[in-house]
């Protein structure tokens, strides 16, 4: 009897543990960041310039209230989306993990907030190679997390 007790406890617990992570995945895969500047115009700039500053590429600056007007759709809210790519990080994923290609490139959202706030928000690089492991742990979780915290680090208050 005693047996059977601790395994329905273990059991719960681990359910218990189970739900309580798929709960906690989405706050954890994303990062918000609130901007130093007041405009999402100047947050992009200064995020291009950063981005560029520390050796990547910006290839786009998609505004997607324009992208969606095309379409029939309009949005409240200014929503921009700035891409960032590394060749030399994208090249030593894609060899290994060519399936992560849906990954890239990698953007950063930047939008105002109801508080009127602008903000910054992009995937937790850190935890999703810790996630996938291998040389997406070494190169996401490592090398692209130490670039992003640099070049983000004279664009967002903290």
């Not at 100047?42 to 590429?57: D, F, M, R, S, V």
Request: overall charge positive; aromatic content about 6%.
């Amino acid at each position: 009897m005693k047996t059977f007790i601790f395994i329905i406890g273990v059991v719960v617990g681990l359910l218990i543990i189970g739900i309580s992570a798929w709960k906690l995945m989405p706050s954890m895969m994303l990062v918000e960041h609130q901007s130093r500047f007041d405009s999402i115009e100047q947050t992009c700039n200064h995020l291009k310039a950063a981005i560029e500053n520390n050796g990547w590429k910006s290839p786009a600056i998609r505004n997607m209230n324009k992208s969606m007007a095309e379409h029939g759709v309009r949005m409240d809210g200014q929503i921009r989306i700035v891409e960032l790519c590394n060749a030399g990080y994208a090249k030593d994923i894609l060899s290994s993990n060519p399936e992560v290609a849906t990954l890239m490139p990698c953007a950063w959202g930047v939008y105002k907030k109801k508080d009127g706030k602008v903000y910054i928000s992009g995937m937790n690089m850190g935890l999703m190679g810790k996630m996938f492991g291998g040389n997406i742990a070494k190169v996401m979780g490592a090398s692209v997390a130490k670039d992003e915290k640099r070049m983000l680090q004279d664009v967002i208050l903290e």
